[in-house]
């Protein structure tokens, strides 16, 4: 089991981003995101936004607001579009009944123009004839006061062709009023005698029968022409009078219409808007209790009540997911340090009573060597006094090989003290390596652990690993000596099984340095094997992950190794990089106050 | 419940709410403008609507009733050309010489043709297109009278139509000539039948009609020829655009020939290359 971790994410496990997954039911990474996170729409555009930003009875006021202000709006709208066309209306009947009116009246006057019947039967009366003259020239000057009227009140626009003939009249008018200035201007009324009258009478006549007055005739004939256009001005006004009413209406009705619209789909979206995060926070309520996948989370789409249910409800996912896991782990690290302690405990045992006959063995072989010296040289010394040998003694002598014996006896002996030697060593490691006997803090050579624990594994090691030390300066290191020991176990032994899983054709080391950086003590192990991909770093102090066959491995070592690390509020971290090697990196304080036990 | 995605939903409701909106603005927009633009049309000139020319009918050869009622003569053709041009259908309004003017003023008529001189006095009021046609003054007396010239009208009542050229050279010439009295005709027919009637002595008016008209008529004669330089043009109100457009359609008319056609129909003969039958002419102007 060689497992790579993601060393940010496990260097502040509270804040675990990618809580943990569901026994039995590990989803992959990419595939554990809710589907509400999926289904989460993408809020843009500042409407999106300002309107979820607002909570949900401000949502609901809104809404109303904005259909009853069109309502308001549109009626406002079309009273004051109504009025103004009606206005426009209105004004443009009033001016065109006005010079329908003014027209038909100076047609009226200028048709009482009538010389004949004004002066011809006053003519012999001096003073109706005075007041004949007096009246037609008055009648002559409201004809030019109507006609400048008619003039200013003419609307060119639409009728255009008004002024020239009103032009065209004057001068018609003109030419009348001099005639009949020529006529009866110079006549003295008092002086007037037969001669007198009767040539008045026939100018009368002449002028009646003359084309100015038969131009002036029909001047004011065509004016009925006018009258006409007046009269067709005023209808069409009151069409758009008509008209004006109806868009009144039908803006108000339109507006009416759209504000009702507005308002059911308002209320439809607001629903909508309200209802959806709801039904959302409560079908991730619901999986996460049912299935128990705290990677799930309520998607937060609002900043409105909904928004605020939904974090606290992540929050509460967060907490719980983090007390799983605590739960997991202790128990896990309960379970092992049981069977750690057992074992540790059982090996303790074996260590002390195999120590005691190897100490006898060990003790006395000093004595054995010095024994057989001196029996080796008394042997010597008989040879030199006596070296006249009898025949059964020489036939013995070389019967044993006496010489070879010489020889042969003090190597055995030295192979017996190796022999004893190593398992001395032996003992001693098993005794370093379970320390049950040391529960308590103690300041140790962290070297001495990592010796003992190659020592335990030399039997692994010859199979064509090789190890390459480079300790540094380390100070003692308070710790549980035993479990570091076993985090030490734990990721060389990882260490030897990649190098002898992987078919590189390299040399196989294993590398262990150490270190002191500031008030950490650092231990980094690295093996040039295979590596780890990068899709299990992430996974590797999972309890229970392992690659390895059913059978060999656990699944707990790494998780251990992390849980104890961590207990003394150090550090462990993976590097690797797939096809070159891995470190795994241990990293203790020092000095430790305040363990926890 | 959502089962359109969020985003689709808002854009359809926010087109919703676009499109209506839009009606009705667009219809708010829309509505008040009608009177005006029906008012406009009224008053455009636009191209379906007829050319309304201002006739006195009976002034032969220009414009008269046929034997078969139908509108014929100079101006009826030239005009007709000219509508065919614009391509706008005639419509002819027949009223008295007297009432043209106001017509044409009050724009009941677009232009008006009845032989019509152009004045200087006229030119005050109304505008001209280019003359087409040169003529004088003429005495018309009956052909078995002892007149036979304005020597002989001394003390004679004379009679012209009303407002005409005859009528202001009359009027002009009264003391000169020594005609005892002057009586108003309007329209041709009604002066003839008078002339005819013993009603007065000598009918002064326009060469081109009288001789015309005597032609079909042997109890009068056309006796004199008053030279006076008059030409005949069409006439509008001032002002009118229609004048330029219509006086260039003259031009291309004397140029293609089809104006000395309708002289050679009319009477009989091609005009002279001099006149203003033939020859193309400048707007006349108020001097």
């Not at chain 1, 209320?267 to 959806?276: A, D, F």
Request: charged residues 25%; hydrophobic residues 40%.
């Amino acid at each position: 089991m060689h497992i790579p971790g993601d060393q940010n994410v496990y260097s502040q496990p509270s804040r675990h981003p990618d809580p943990l997954p569901a026994e039995g039911d590990r989803r992959p990474h990419a595939s554990s995101a809710s589907p509400a996170t999926h289904a989460r729409p993408t809020f843009k555009g500042w409407k999106d936004r300002t309107f979820s930003s607002l909570s949900i009875a401000n949502k609901i006021i809104l809404g109303y607001g904005i259909s009853l202000g069109i309502a308001v709006l549109g009626t406002t709208t079309g009273l004051l579009v109504g009025d103004y066309y009606e206005a426009k209306a209105r004004h443009s009947q009033q001016v065109a009944h006005k010079q329908a009116q003014l027209l038909s009246q100076l047609q009226v006057t200028v048709l009482q123009l009538r010389p004949e019947r004004e002066f011809l039967p006053s003519i012999w009366e001096e003073s109706r004839f005075r007041s004949a003259r007096t009246e037609s020239f008055e009648r002559l000057n409201d004809v030019e006061n109507l006609l400048t009227e008619v003039r200013a009140s003419a609307d060119l626009q639409t009728m255009s062709s008004m002024q020239g003939f009103l032009t065209g009249f004057e001068t018609e008018i003109d030419a009348y009023r001099s005639d009949l200035e020529a006529i009866v201007g110079g006549v003295d009324p008092d002086t007037i005698d037969a001669t007198v009258a009767s040539q008045v009478e026939r100018q009368i006549t002449g002028l009646v029968d003359s084309p100015t007055y038969l131009r002036l005739f029909r001047f004011s004939i065509e004016l009925t022409e006018f009258v006409e256009q007046a009269e067709e001005e005023s209808l069409r006004a009151n069409l758009a009078l008509d008209r004006a009413g109806r868009l009144e209406t039908q803006i108000i009705l339109g507006s009416m219409a759209l504000s009702i619209a507005i308002a059911g789909l308002l209320s439809i979206y607001i629903s909508r808007t309200i209802t959806r995060p709801i039904k959302q926070v409560t079908a991730v309520a619901k999986e996460v209790t049912e299935q128990g996948d705290f990677s799930l989370r309520a998607p937060v789409t609002t900043q409105d009540e909904v928004g605020v249910l939904s974090v606290a409800l992540n929050d509460l996912i967060q907490r719980i997911a983090d007390h799983t896991r605590e739960l997991r782990e202790t128990q896990t690290h309960l379970i092992q340090s049981e069977k750690m302690s057992s074992l540790g405990q059982m090996v303790a045992g074996v260590a002390h009573e195999i120590n005691n006959p190897v100490n006898f063995i060990y003790g006395n072989l000093v004595h054995t060597r010095d024994y057989t010296e001196n029996l080796l040289r008394l042997i010597h010394l008989f040879r030199d006094y006596y070296p006249t040998l009898d025949e059964p003694l020489k036939h013995e002598i070389e019967a044993v090989d006496l010489e070879f014996i010489e020889q042969d006896l003090p190597k055995l002996l030295d192979s017996m003290k190796i022999g004893a030697d190593r398992i001395r060593q032996i003992v001693l490691s098993l005794r370093n390596f379970s320390r049950l006997d040391e529960a308590e803090m103690k300041a140790v050579d962290l070297h001495e652990g990592l010796d003992s624990t190659l020592l335990l594994l030399s039997n692994r090691l010859k199979l064509g690993i090789h190890i390459a030390k480079s300790y540094g300066d380390l100070p003692l290191v308070e710790c549980y000596p035993a479990q570091i020991n076993q985090v030490f176990m734990n990721i060389v032994s990882n260490a030897i099984d990649s190098l002898l899983d992987c078919g590189k054709n390299v040399e196989k080391t294993v590398t262990i340095t150490t270190n002191v950086r500031s008030t950490n003590a650092i231990v980094q192990i690295h093996d040039n094997g295979i590596g780890i991909p990068e899709m299990l770093l992430g996974k590797l102090f999972d309890p229970f992950f392992t690659t390895k066959p059913i059978g060999r491995g656990t699944g707990l070592g790494l998780a251990i190794s992390y849980q104890i690390i961590h207990k003394h509020h150090g550090e462990i971290k993976v590097d690797s990089e797939p096809g070159v090697g891995t470190t795994f990196s241990i990293i203790i304080p020092i000095k430790e106050i305040g363990f926890k036990k | 419940m959502s089962a359109l995605p969020n985003t689709v939903s808002r854009r359809f409701i926010l087109s919703g709410f676009a499109g209506f909106g839009l009606a009705i603005a667009l219809h708010a927009c829309g509505q008040p403008e009608r009177p005006n633009a029906s008012a406009e049309a009224s008053n455009n000139n636009d191209a379906v609507s007829p050319l309304k020319i201002g006739l006195n009918v009976g002034n032969v050869p220009w414009e008269y009733e046929n034997d078969q009622g139908d509108l014929v003569g100079f101006e009826v053709d030239l005009v007709t050309l000219v509508a065919e041009r614009l391509g706008r259908p005639t419509e002819f309004v027949d009223m008295p010489f007297t009432e043209l003017f106001p017509a044409v003023l009050s724009g009941r008529v677009d232009l008006a043709m009845s032989s019509i001189t152009i004045t200087e006095e006229r030119m005050e009021t109304v505008d001209f297109a280019q003359p087409y046609y040169d003529s004088d003054q003429s005495l018309t007396v009956l052909a078995e009278g002892a007149i036979s010239s304005l020597e002989d009208m001394r003390g004679k009542v004379v009679a012209v139509d009303s407002d005409s050229t005859g009528d202001v050279w009359v009027q002009e010439n009264m003391e000169g000539y020594g005609f005892s009295e002057i009586i108003r005709y309007e329209g041709l027919t009604a002066a003839m039948m008078d002339l005819k009637a013993g009603q007065y002595d000598g009918y002064i008016s326009d060469i081109p009609a009288l001789l015309y008209y005597a032609k079909d008529h042997p109890e009068i004669a056309v006796v004199e020829r008053i030279p006076t330089g008059e030409q005949y043009s069409m006439m509008f109100a001032k002002g009118n655009p229609l004048r330029d457009e219509i006086n260039a359609l003259i031009t291309e008319l004397k140029e293609a020939g089809q104006m000395a056609e309708i002289h050679t129909r009319w009477f009989g003969r091609a005009p002279d290359a001099n006149t203003s039958t033939v020859q193309a002419a400048d707007i006349p102007t108020l001097r």
